[in-house]
RNA sequence: GCGCCGGUGGUCUAGUGGUAUGACAAGAGCCUUCCAAGCUCUCGACCCGGGUUCAAUUCCCGGCCGGCGCACCA
């Protein structure tokens, strides 16, 4: 960013409908961008090659849930806690630091202070006198700014119902877990996949569209038992990327290295084998999308970068920096090992079970204690208590079945004690047969961004070069991410070639062809017009196609031209979009 | 949120206390047998609000938006 490249990227994009600041007629609004009419079509191609990598490839199923939903799902998912910032603000320079940074980093012995009420992190401000790390201005007294990132509404009249705009799709597909995994016939492993927008209120939106408010997501989350389920690595081992290790980030000159998926599991680069294999995918889908992959990395969270529930978490980065310069990384996209984190949070927050039944291979025979109390000795006995006493039982039975070895069985309920015969307990040694249990799986997921892998592709495609002395801006792109994929032009509007160049548009749109008909100026006009926008291939219907039934096809990247039938043209185009026929060799 | 700089047609831009320059793009036409050619015509702009002034796009203040730096990016 911030370099010239940059700036005529998004100069081309605004002009040439790629994606634009929203609002402009009302002063525009920070952070919120609209897809043009190629920007939208782009989006739509690189959302697709995703659904078909990350879905589609591997089996999994795609939902769509709501992107507002109430607060308990965010107090259950943490991230009405832990998603706002405390902010305070030096009376003296004016800078805002994170309160709860300033208490953590001196000698207060405070090591996690996000979790702390505010008027807490106020208290320790002034017990400890802290300063303000910029200009040593006391911060007593000044008061700490509660800041969440979540966009907040109502959900129906009145305020009694808050609800929030998702921050990331995940939540949408955790707190539906217990229905998909019926979908899913309760068998692990299974993953669901979510394309669809999050919104954050970030205090300051930058660099267009790499940091905005509201954005588009993909998101997998795969469902494993954590004890039998492993991947298929065979399937992308021989995928290679650059990799940047924790290791390396700590130290002066640590190295990125370049390597297999493969070697690096074997090498304990990646810790996790499902990491590992989901890093793999990424890397082919990147670069199916148009990434340049010397200009991609994936980089190892360091320790303190960790989420609490995360061994081991990776981020897709890409550098979006002009040629020649400083290396500029953005996070595309994070790979994270969550545990069970996420399903317990919402098993033990909501009233629903979200577990999944696994059956052993062979049923086990345990001995197990129960008690079956006699109600109508409890109930007189000790009135209102008697349900207490009876749960109490229960408990003892399972921890301590020893206690019941005597004539009496004391439990403690609510500070009193109370003695019953242990007859009256229906106390019993069962054998039972267990066939299963009930565990929670772990969940790999990896988040990618949508708008920032766009962003990064239209970068690393765009191309200056020149053609014939003219100077020429072109965007190198995938034929299947391309806003369009064939220009069909006629040398000139008349003699019919118009006509017959209609045709052609028509039949390659029957096709299945996103298709661009053009016949304004002249054809150099026009085959720059659509080098812009990243069209990869042009047809030209001219004199020849009205003897000989033949029309030029034009390649973007080389502007090289060979003549085709028009009866080949469709089939032509299919196997170049493909990959399956090259231009030099057509 | 703080600091510095900026905001003129779709895009890039000149300039000014008296309503604005040029280029590109776009539209119409002429010309044109494959790479932004030429000619004619047309369309189209001073971010918003307040203040100073006879008069503000211009000066001042505030806001919004953008770039950069700081902070933030669970």
């Keep these: 960013m911030t370099q010239v490249e940059a700036e005529r990227l998004v100069e081309l994009a605004k002009r040439r409908g790629f994606f634009l600041q929203s609002a402009g007629a009302y002063g525009g609004v920070s952070g919120f961008y609209t897809f043009g009419p190629q920007g939208a079509a782009m989006k739509r191609n690189v959302e697709a090659t995703w659904r078909d990598r990350f879905a589609i490839q591997e089996g999994h199923m795609e939902v769509d849930a709501p992107t507002v939903l109430p607060e308990p799902v965010f107090e259950a998912s943490g991230h009405l806690d832990g998603f706002d910032d405390m902010l305070v603000e030096c009376p003296e320079c004016g800078e805002s630091h994170r309160a709860d940074h300033i208490v953590e980093d001196t000698e207060t012995g405070i090591e996690e202070a996000e979790s702390l009420a505010p008027e807490r992190i106020e208290e320790v401000i002034a017990e400890y006198e802290l300063v303000c790390p910029t200009c040593g201005t006391g911060l007593a007294g000044q008061a700490i700014e509660q800041f969440n990132l979540m966009f907040e ?75 039998v389920d492993e991947p298929d690595l065979s399937a992308v081992g021989d995928v290679s990327a650059r990799f940047y290790p924790a290791k390396a980030q700590d130290c002066e000159g640590g190295g990125v290295i370049e390597t297999t998926i493969q070697k690096a599991v074997d090498n304990g680069i990646i810790a996790d084998p499902w990491i590992a294999y989901y890093l793999g995918v990424a890397a082919e889908w990147y670069q199916r999308i148009g990434l340049d992959m010397d200009r991609f990395r994936f980089r190892q969270h360091r320790p303190g970068e960790l989420a609490h529930y995360s061994e081991d978490c990776w981020d897709a980065e890409g550098d979006v920096s002009d040629p020649g310069k400083e290396p500029d990384w953005i996070e595309l996209g994070g790979f994270a090992y969550r545990a069970d984190y996420d399903l317990s949070k919402h098993d033990a927050h909501s009233e629903e079970d979200f577990t999944v039944f696994k059956q052993y291979d062979d049923p086990v025979t345990v001995e197990k204690p129960t008690v079956d109390p006699d109600m109508s000795y409890l109930g007189p006995e000790f009135g209102g208590a008697a349900g207490d006493v009876a749960d109490a039982l229960e408990s003892l039975a399972e921890d301590t079945p020893d206690a019941f070895e005597g004539e009496d069985v004391t439990v403690e309920v609510g500070g009193d004690e109370y003695t019953v015969p242990v007859e009256k307990t229906g106390f019993a040694v069962e054998e039972m047969t267990e066939s299963g249990e009930h565990i929670t799986p772990h969940v790999v997921e990896p988040s990618l961004g949508i708008d920032r892998a766009l962003y990064t592709a239209l970068d690393h495609a765009y191309r ?84 000989d039934g033949t029309v030029t096809i034009r390649d973007r990247d080389s502007t090289d031209q060979r003549r085709v039938a028009v009866e080949d043209l469709a089939a032509t185009v299919e196997a170049l979009v493909a990959g399956e026929e090259t231009f030099a060799t057509l």
């Design 464 to 547: 200056e070069d020149e053609v014939d002395g003219e100077e020429r801006t072109y965007l190198s792109l995938p034929p299947e991410v391309a806003p369009t994929t064939v220009g069909v032009f006629p040398l000139m509007d008349k003699d019919g070639l118009g006509e017959r160049a209609h045709e052609i548009a028509d039949d390659l749109r029957e096709a299945g062809f996103a298709v661009t008909y053009d016949d304004s100026g002249a054809i150099g006009r026009r085959y720059r017009r659509q080098d812009e926008v990243g069209t990869p291939y042009c047809v030209t219907v001219d004199y020849d196609t009205l003897e």
């Design 153 to 227: 509404t109502t959900i129906g009249p009145g305020s009694s119902s808050p609800g929030y705009l998702r921050p990331e799709t995940a939540q949408g597909i955790f707190i539906e877990f217990p229905q998909l995994a019926e979908y899913a016939r309760n068998q692990l492993p299974f993953g669901v996949t979510q394309i669809g927008r999050a919104y954050r209120n970030e205090i300051s939106p930058r660099k267009s569209l790499l940091r905005v408010r509201e954005f588009s997501q993909a998101e997998l989350e795969l469902f494993i038992d954590p004890e």
